[in-house]
């Protein structure tokens, strides 16, 4: 069975414990271990947090939009912003990499979105915005298919 949801909220840091909270509620129906909700929760912080500063520079003129689908213990994320989109996608997933020094950003984010998902993959274009793909079994779903 194939349960899906999809939300889109403006692009203020205000929504991205709302982000959170509701994909977990979303992701807990497959009944993961806690370290799957956190992990799952944290790569959406980060992805939206990505969003509000990267995309739009932190201009709550647009929106996010996340979409989660479920089939058998497999979670499906997507998280697409319209911002500014990047220039290269692979500088951008280097450790310790940020467009935006002056805020002391980490540059971690797609290192964290990568350790804790089985998959990630990014699409952007320059002006348009980004959409990044990501893919997580959860334990359950391992242990039945053995």
């Known amino acids: 069975m194939t349960n899906e949801m999809s939300i889109t909220f403006s692009a203020v840091s205000e929504n991205e414990a709302f982000a959170r909270v509701s994909v977990g509620a979303f992701v807990s129906q497959l009944d993961p271990t806690m370290d799957e909700v956190t992990e799952i929760k944290t790569v959406i912080s ?67 979105m990568e350790n804790f998902m089985d998959e990630v993959a990014v699409h952007s274009v320059p002006e348009k915005g980004t959409t990044i793909y990501m893919k997580k079994h959860v334990a359950k779903s391992k242990a039945h298919c053995s």
């Not at 479920?70 to 998280?79: F, M, R």
């Not at 990047?86 to 540059?107: C, H, I, K, W, Y």
């Open 46 to 112: 980060e992805s939206v947090t990505n969003a509000i500063i990267h995309g739009y520079n932190e201009n709550p003129a647009g929106n996010i939009t996340i979409s989660a689908w479920l089939e058998d213990g497999l979670v499906t994320l997507t998280i697409t912003d319209e911002g500014k989109g990047m220039q290269n996608v692979d500088e951008a997933r280097e450790p310790l990499f940020t467009s935006r020094p002056e805020l002391e950003r980490s540059g971690m984010g797609f290192t964290i």
